[in-house]
């Protein structure tokens, strides 16, 4: 078990879901905190509360879209935004949808009986995954917009 993990399980351990997780880590990497941002994060988990796409694929659009993202009226979207967004969704759902029968929280934790064995990984593998996009697209992972 890698850092990563170690670091994952932690805040698990500390109630915050996966999207809200990868974010934290995120955050952390960036040396910033936002607890508005985190409990936001919130609405995501378990496939926003009703068991639809896998919080750890829509926390990693959120974090692409932290970095390359509009968040004020003076800026622009990041012109790679949406083919990162793109790369990160087809990425996933290659690797996940023939493995466990869909991208959705519901199909990869089988409705809850596996999260604990699934989800840890799941969740490991999108935000390396996220962190390699930015770095392909050049964005510096230790700062913000």
């Known amino acids: ?3 990563l993990m170690f670091r994952m399980m932690d805040l698990k351990a500390k109630g915050y879901y996966c999207s809200q997780i990868m974010m934290l ?6 040396e910033k905190t936002n607890p508005d ?9 378990f496939g926003v509360g009703i ?11 959120c974090i692409l879209s932290l970095y390359a993202g509009k968040g ?7 012109c790679r935004l949406m083919g990162m967004l793109h790369e990160l969704g087809d990425w996933f759902r290659a690797t996940y949808s023939g493995q466990y029968g869909g991208i959705s929280c519901d199909a990869i934790s089988e409705e809850g009986a596996l999260r604990n ?3 840890g990984g799941v969740v490991a593998a999108t935000y390396r995954k996220v962190m390699e996009i930015l770095m392909e697209n050049e964005f ?5 917009r």
């Open 1 to 3: 078990m890698d850092d």
């Open 25 to 30: 880590l995120t955050l952390e990497s960036q």
């Open 37 to 45: 941002l985190v409990r936001a994060m919130a609405g995501l988990a």
């Open 51 to 61: 068991g639809d796409v896998c919080g750890a694929l829509t926390g990693g659009a």
């Open 72 to 78: 004020t009226n003076d800026e622009e979207e990041h």
């Open 117 to 119: 064995e699934r989800c």
């Open 140 to 144: 510096n992972l230790f700062e913000g």
